[in-house]
C-alpha cells in the first residue's frame, strides 16, 4: 500500500553529539525548513504558464451543490497519467480524523482501486489492494500502477473504516507508462493536444516528500476569481480535529492578510482541509499554518504566498 505520509518519528539526537557535528545537521535542516514554507511558484516557460491558467477556475470555483461531498480535488474522468502519481484528497462538510478516534462528523479517506462500491455501510472496510486506506489523516496518496486504465473512487469512512454515504464519482485513469525525472513538453505544433497532456501529468506529479503545508490548488501569485475555494495539504503529520489526540496530527489555520493586516481568519479545528473565501478585488498574501490541536503552537513553518484577485463573481 503506498500512502503518502511518512508519520515516523525521526529518532532523538544523542545528548553527547558535539555542536560541531550537529552543525551541518541543523544547516540542513534549516535549508529544509525554509524550502518547505516556500509556496509552488507559476511554471517559469510562457507555454506552460499559460496552460496552467487555463484551469485556474475549475481548480478554485466554489461548489455550493453538496453540502457534504468528497473527491479527488486534483484528477478528472479521463485523465492520462504517468505512475506513480498523486491523489489529492478533498472533503467537505465534514472532518479529518485518524482512524481509530471517534468523534462525529469526521472521518477519514480511502480510495478504491478498480473495485465497486461497498454494498453495506455496517460492515468495515477489508485492507486489500482494491481498498487503500490513509487512516492517519492523510491529504493526499501517491499511488503506484502498472500502465493501462484504472477506475478510482474516493470513499469517506468512520473511525472503524465503516464507509459513511459520503463518496466520489468513478473516474477512470490511464497509466501511460513510468513516471521519469523530465517533465512534459508543451509543443507549440500541437498545442491544444500537448498542453492538456502537460496539465494532466503536472496535476498528478507528487511533490517532494518532507514535512510541510501547502496550499494545493494555486500557486504563488495566480490570478483568481472570487469567491474561491483553496485546498489545503500536509506532509509529516495527519489531519486530526479538535476534540481528539493522535501522534504527529494537528489541524490547519488560516490567514489572508491585505496591507499586512488580517483581512480574515479560519480556525479549521473541525478537520477540514479546504475553505471558501469571499473577498473583492486586490493583492492579498495567504499565511496557513499547520498547529497542535490543543496549544496552536506551529508542528510546521507556516507557508506564505501571494493571491491575486483579479475579479469578483456572483454565485
Same mark, same amino acid.
Given at each position: #500500500?503506498?500512502? +503518502?505520509?511518512?508519520?515516523? =518519528? ?8 558535539? $555542536? ?6 541543523? @544547516?540542513?535542516?534549516?535549508?529544509? +525548513? ?29 461548489? /455550493? ?10 484528477? &478528472? ?8 502519481? #498523486? ?6 462538510? #465534514? ?8 468523534? =462525529? ?11 465497486? $462500491? ?6 468495515? @472496510?477489508?485492507?486489500? !489492494? ?24 474516493? /470513499?469517506?469512512?468512520?473511525? %472503524?473504516? &465503516? ?17 521519469? +525525472? ?35 490548488? /494555486? ?15 500536509? !506532509? ?11 501522534? &504527529?496530527?494537528?489541524?490547519? #489555520? ?14 479549521? +479545528? ?18 496557513? &499554518?499547520?498547529? !497542535?490541536?490543543?496549544?496552536?503552537? !506551529?508542528?510546521?513553518?507556516?507557508? %506564505? ?11
Amino acid at each position: #500500500m503506498h500512502q +503518502a505520509a511518512r508519520l515516523n =518519528a525521526p529518532s532523538p539526537i544523542r545528548s553527547t553529539t558535539t $555542536m560541531s557535528t550537529l552543525l551541518p545537521f541543523l @544547516l540542513f535542516a534549516l535549508s529544509l +525548513a525554509t524550502a518547505a514554507a516556500a509556496a509552488a511558484p507559476l511554471p517559469r516557460s510562457e507555454a506552460e504558464r499559460l496552460c496552467w491558467q487555463q484551469h485556474t477556475r475549475e481548480r478554485t470555483r466554489v461548489d /455550493l451543490r453538496e453540502l457534504t461531498a468528497v473527491h479527488g480535488s486534483n484528477l &478528472r474522468n479521463c485523465y492520462q497519467v504517468r505512475s506513480p502519481f #498523486m491523489v489529492e484528497f478533498a472533503v467537505k462538510g #465534514m472532518g479529518v480524523v485518524p482512524a481509530g478516534k471517534a468523534l =462525529a462528523g469526521t472521518g477519514h479517506h480511502h480510495i478504491l482501486v478498480n473495485t465497486p $462500491m461497498p454494498t453495506s455501510v455496517t460492515e468495515k @472496510l477489508p485492507f486489500n !489492494d482494491g481498498h487503500r486506506h490513509f487512516g492517519k489523516g492523510q491529504t493526499f496518496a501517491v499511488l503506484n500502477l502498472p500502465p493501462g486504465q484504472h477506475k478510482l473512487r474516493l /470513499l469517506f469512512a468512520d473511525h %472503524e473504516h &465503516r464507509p459513511y454515504f459520503v463518496f466520489s464519482p468513478e473516474i477512470t485513469v490511464t497509466v501511460t507508462g513510468p513516471r521519469s +525525472a523530465e517533465p512534459l513538453k508543451i509543443d507549440p505544433a500541437r498545442l491544444e493536444a500537448s498542453c492538456a497532456a502537460w496539465y494532466q501529468d503536472e496535476q498528478a506529479r507528487p511533490r517532494a516528500p518532507g514535512e510541510w503545508v501547502t496550499i494545493t490548488n /494555486l500557486r504563488d501569485g495566480e490570478p483568481v476569481v472570487s469567491p474561491f475555494s483553496l485546498r489545503f495539504g500536509v !506532509d509529516g503529520y495527519g489531519v486530526c480535529a479538535a476534540g481528539q489526540k493522535a501522534d &504527529r496530527s494537528g489541524h490547519f #489555520m488560516f490567514d489572508l492578510l491585505r496591507d499586512g493586516r488580517v483581512f480574515q481568519s479560519h480556525d479549521l +479545528a473541525g478537520g477540514a482541509t479546504q475553505a471558501n473565501l469571499f473577498v473583492p478585488p486586490g493583492s492579498y498574501q495567504t499565511r496557513l &499554518r499547520f498547529v !497542535d490541536g490543543a496549544t496552536k503552537r !506551529d508542528l510546521l513553518p507556516p507557508q %506564505e504566498q501571494t493571491v491575486v484577485v483579479s475579479a469578483q463573481e456572483k454565485l
